[in-house]
Every structure is written in C-alpha cells, then in structure tokens.
C-alpha cells in the first residue's frame, strides 16, 4: 500500500531500483536533474530529458501511447557526489499553465510496478514547469520528497538556475587555455554562470518605436558611446567582406566581417528567419502542413548561457536585443520573423549569439522548404548577407547563424546544423558545440 505525501513531507526508500511516473490532463514531459550539494549539475551530462534520455543511474523511459515518460532510476548506480535527483514536469504547451487543469501527480514505485508514494501536487497556478519531487541522500540511505516548486519563468530559467551549461571543449584544451581576465561593468551584474533566463520576467521594455524615433532606443543615464575601432587588419581564411554592390550569398560555415566597406563598424543589424512548409499531396489536392517554427537568440559569455529572447521574452533583459514576435505558419513570402540586435548595448562579457529555430510540435526540417536567415543594416534596411538552407534534415532544430566577438569587431557565422529540440530550453546544452571561433 503506497504512502500519501503532502508537500514538504518525505519518506524512506528501502530498494534500490525505483521508478518515478506521472498523471496529469495535459500534454507533458518528464526530466531529471541530478545536482550536488550545492543545488547545481556537475554537466550537461547530468540533465535528462527526452534528446538526452540516460544519465548515471537514471533513464528516461517512454511512456504507453499518450502518457508521459517514466525515470527509472538506479540509486546504487547514482555517483557519489550527487546529492539529489529532481524529477521536473514541463508542459508541451508554454503558454499553458497548471492552473488550467486537475492537479497532476507523482507517483513512486519498486521496480515491480508496486506504488511507494503518491503526490497530488496542489497549488499550482500560472506555472508551466515544476519539481514534482526529489529523491535525495540522508545519512547514507534515500529518501523521498514532494516539493511541489514551480518555476514561473519556464523551462529554460529552471535548467540554468540549476547550473545546466554548455562545454565541449576539450579538456585538455580547457587546461591550456589561459583564465578570462575580469571584465568592468558599468554596472554591478552577476557572474553569467551564475544568471538564469528567463528566470523572472524581463523589466519592462521601453515602447517599440520610441516617441519620435525607431528601434534602438535612446541609451540610458550614464551611457557612453564607445570610441570607432579601427578596421581589422588581418582577415580570418575563407572569410568574406560585405559589398556595396549587393547582399552577401553565404555558405555554409563561411563568415562575413560586419563592417561596411568603408571600414565603418556595424551598430544595430537585424536577424531575418524565413521558411516555408512543404506542401503535401493526397486524394483530395495539396495541403500544407501545419507547422509551428520558432526563432530565438541565445547570449553566451564565453561557454555560459546568460540569456535568451524567443516567443517567451520578447525582450533580452539588457534591452540590447528584441524579438519582434511569434509566426506561427511560416507561410507568406519575407522573413517569418525578425530579431533586432543593438550590438553597442550588449555587455561586455557576452561574445556570442546564436541564432536558433526550433520545432515546436516536433516536425522536422524535412518538411520545410525555402529555410534562410539573413543580416539586415538596421539604419536602412539594406540587405547585407544571406544564408539559404539547401535541403532538410530529420531534425526538429537548427542552428541558423551566430554573431561573434573577435577582439573590438563582431562577424557573423553561417552554421545550417540540425539536432532534435523543441523550444530553445531544450537546444540551449546542445549549442556548445557551435562556439568555438
């Protein structure tokens, strides 16, 4: 007979092989953080969702049709210096909320399908993603906790309040390389390992466009225009320069300097994201299909994951960069949607944007035609280069382009690199890999 829990009350563990399911009346996934004493993943490795569905001593199984996956977990086999392993229910629709269905509940059961512990999960309101509970380590032996938490700032600022980085690296690279060097603020900030996103919402944006002028908008109290850098000069190999005589036509890989030709240095650009959905034939015609992309940038310092605007935050939370809103068809010609990037606003500390389109019922890039982003001259918006996607992929996301950090200037890098997520909470830990200059 399993035991009822109420928020806050825990109980023993007396197996070792677990399973923690889920009963809710919406749609929803379920993951697992395994974090240390300090509330935080030692790695990537250690968040387990649906792309990455085993981690030590934990495995995500698919559930029967229609029910959500289960974690089978392991608890000899979890490291040692794991303290905790949260189970985490995020809802497929983030602009839902639990508020809007019954409660749902956990459950915790031996390997033989026998119940332990049950929670009904209370109180929730206009949370789309919460902790259901947590199995933890307590003189030696495990227990079990319903903690009931929610997050009101999603998916992706629950992953990254709990550490959830992106670092491909090489070690050995790692140990070579020399310590960043301390960077000066104008004014006080956290650390970017220790900033989440969006784990509140972001300050109230100044209006789109300001009285008596457009995007961007007047620079704040104490603001100083930093001093013209000098055109580069040295050139990275295969790197291009923009031309007066027309856009730019990318390849893949390929980068192109932002600085116009008479070595002026670009302030504020645009990231235009198109597609189209492949149109399908059956007995009755053609039809298109339904589906539901979406672009975001993600801000990196470094390796880290400071920030993101998507359909979610509109807004960067330095008001650097704004996202000019959610299509949700892709049909009709242009761009489906439009990132703004003032790239005089953004900190100092943050060396990388990358450009992101994500599926958001899971179709993949196989089923979309006619994929470009392409670089627009803020001031006049002039196109200034193109990056066109030649064929689909079986994945539900792609990395589009990036915008680095090369000493005072900044390129942009055509990337065209599919891997499987659905919004941008689930594509951030698979960035990493597109990083490196």
């Not at 919402?201 to 001093?227: L, N, V």
């Not at 066109?388 to 990036?402: C, F, I, N, Q, V």
Request: proline share 11%; glycine share 10%.
């Amino acid at each position: 007979m399993s035991a009822t829990l109420a928020k806050g009350q825990n109980g023993p563990l007396a197996t070792n092989d677990v399973v923690v399911s889920i009963q809710l009346a919406a749609p929803a996934d379920l993951s697992a953080l395994l974090v240390t004493e300090q509330g935080k993943v030692r790695s990537d490795a250690d968040f387990v969702f649906y792309n990455q569905p085993s981690g030590p001593g934990v495995d995500l199984r698919p559930g029967p049709a229609g029910q959500p996956a289960s974690l089978a977990v392991n608890l000899g086999a979890v490291p040692a210096d794991i303290a905790q392993v949260r189970a985490v229910i995020t809802l497929d629709d983030p602009n839902t909320n639990f508020g809007q269905f019954a409660p749902p509940v956990a459950y915790v059961s031996d390997s033989s399908g026998a119940q332990l512990f049950e929670y009904r999960i209370d109180g929730l309101a206009t949370e789309s993603i919460v902790i259901a509970l947590e199995l933890y380590r307590r003189q030696g032996a495990w227990k079990v906790r319903a903690v009931g938490q929610g997050d009101a700032g999603g998916f992706a600022a629950l992953v990254t309040d709990h550490g959830v980085t992106v670092d491909d690296s090489p070690a050995e690279t790692q140990a070579a390389a020399p310590p960043p060097q301390p960077v000066q603020q104008a004014a006080p900030m956290p650390p970017p390992a220790q900033q989440a996103y969006p784990a509140q919402q972001p300050p109230p944006a100044p209006p789109y466009p300001p009285q008596g002028g457009g995007y961007p908008p007047p620079p704040g109290p104490g603001y100083q225009q930093p001093p013209a850098q000098p055109a580069p000069t040295q050139q990275h190999p295969g790197e291009i320069s923009l031309s007066k005589t027309g856009p730019v036509s990318l390849q893949k890989g390929q980068r192109v300097s932002l600085r116009k030709e008479d070595g002026a240095a670009l302030t504020f650009v645009k990231m235009g994201l198109g597609w189209d959905p492949v149109q399908q034939r059956g007995m009755f015609g053609s039809r298109t299909v339904d589906i539901d992309l979406d672009a975001s940038v993600v801000m990196f310092a470094d390796m880290n994951p400071v920030d993101v605007a998507y359909y979610g935050q509109l807004t960067s939370k330095d008001g650097s960069i704004r996202h000019q809103g959610d299509n949700l068809t892709g049909e009709g010609a242009g761009d489906d949607e439009v990132i703004l990037v003032d790239l005089t606003r953004l900190p100092a500390h943050v060396n990388n944007l990358v450009f992101v389109v994500t599926s958001y019922k899971g179709h993949t890039f196989g089923q979309v035609q006619n994929a470009f982003c392409r670089l627009i001259d803020g001031a006049n918006n002039a196109e200034l280069a193109r990056y066109s996607l030649t064929g689909g992929t079986p994945t539900t996301a792609m990395a589009m382009a990036k915008l680095f950090r090369v000493g005072p200037d900044w390129k942009m890098q055509a990337i065209g690199e599919g891997f499987n997520a659905k919004h941008p909470g689930e594509a951030i830990p698979q960035l990493g890999r597109f990083l490196a200059v």
